[in-house]
């Protein structure tokens, strides 16, 4: 009876009338054509496997001797004709002009040149080693030469005019100040006020100082403690003002 029955398989126990899902396509993006297209423009020649995709130069444009070398175009102007340097040489059939002579006595002429003529002073020369070797002396720096000179010790004329623009430009930017400092209705205290001002704050400090240190040891009591703090609150702030005023010595001060 075993042998009669049919093999089993999961085949068999679906219902023949049922339907089996259909597989969904698979998904294709819209973008692929474009992106393989750009792929493909972005690789070279030498990055392709195989042979490049290129076309071969014929044989028969071969490179030739300054092939690459630039032409300059034409040019309208006409070079000018180059002038003889020598003169021609002469034919053969020209002679020379004969029987001209000289009456000049030049025996006589280069005596007189040499006896009314300049001796020639010899150059100035020094010796630095026993061998002898001889050396100009004039631009050796063993001689006074520069100091000499009439514009020797004298400011340059460029350093003058740059002195006297940094003056001007000094100039206009302290009145630019000055008049930002009218414009905003600044005071500057005089040496004199700012002595008297430090003299009254120095002796503010010793008043509360005086008073900070005729406090009690005990400080038991809220009142007291707050004292304490005051009087320790002004004389920071006093210390503060007295050195502001000592650190600086012009003082500005804003009108109200």
Same mark, same amino acid.
């Not at 126990?13 to 297209?37: C, E, G, M, Q, W």
């Not at 004298?154 to 008049?179: A, F, L, M």
């Given at each position: 009876?075993?042998?009669?029955?049919?093999?089993?398989?999961?085949?068999?126990?679906?219902?023949?009338?049922?339907?089996?899902?259909?597989?969904?396509?698979?998904?294709?993006?819209?973008?692929?054509?474009?992106?393989?297209?750009?792929?493909?423009?972005?690789?070279?020649?030498?990055?392709?496997?195989?042979?490049?995709?290129?076309?071969?130069?014929s044989p028969k444009e071969f490179l030739q001797k300054h092939s690459k070398v630039p032409k300059l175009p034409p040019s309208d102007i006409k070079p000018d004709k180059p002038q003889r340097k020598k003169p021609p040489v002469p034919s053969r059939n020209d002679h020379p002009i004969m029987g001209i002579q000289s009456g000049k006595n030049f025996i006589n002429t280069n005596a007189a040149d040499v006896i009314m003529g300049v001796a020639k002073k010899p150059k100035a020369l020094y010796v630095d080693k026993r061998t002898g070797d001889r050396h100009g002396l004039e631009y050796s720096g063993l001689i006074p030469k520069y100091?000499?000179?009439?514009?020797?010790?004298?400011?340059?004329?460029?350093?003058? /005019?740059?002195? %006297? #623009? =940094?003056? &001007?430009?000094?100039?206009?930017?302290?009145?630019?100040?000055?008049?930002?400092? +009218? @414009?905003?209705?600044?005071?500057?205290?005089?040496?004199?006020?700012?002595?008297?001002?430090?003299?009254?704050?120095? /002796?503010?400090? %010793? #008043? =509360?100082? &005086?008073?900070?240190?005729?406090?009690?040891?005990?400080?038991?009591?809220?009142? +007291? @403690?707050?004292?304490?703090?005051?009087?320790?609150?002004?004389m920071k702030q006093l210390e503060h003002d007295i050195g502001v005023i000592e650190k600086h010595k012009v003082i500005y001060i804003a009108n109200k």
């Open positions: 009876m075993d042998s009669l029955c049919p093999p089993e398989s999961i085949y068999n126990l679906i219902p023949a009338d049922t339907k089996v899902p259909a597989k969904p396509s698979r998904y294709v993006s819209i973008f692929k054509t474009a992106v393989k297209n750009d792929l493909q423009k972005g690789k070279t020649a030498c990055k392709t496997m195989g042979p490049a995709k290129i076309e071969l130069p100091i000499n000179k009439k514009d020797y010790g004298i400011t340059p004329q460029y350093i003058c /005019k740059r002195n %006297e #623009e =940094v003056k &001007k430009v000094q100039e206009e930017y302290d009145n630019y100040v000055q008049e930002n400092l +009218k @414009r905003a209705a600044m005071k500057r205290l005089s040496d004199e006020e700012r002595d008297s001002v430090l003299q009254g704050l120095k /002796k503010n400090w %010793e #008043e =509360v100082h &005086k008073e900070f240190q005729s406090l009690s040891v005990f400080i038991d009591s809220l009142p +007291k @403690r707050i004292r304490k703090q005051r009087l320790e609150a002004e």
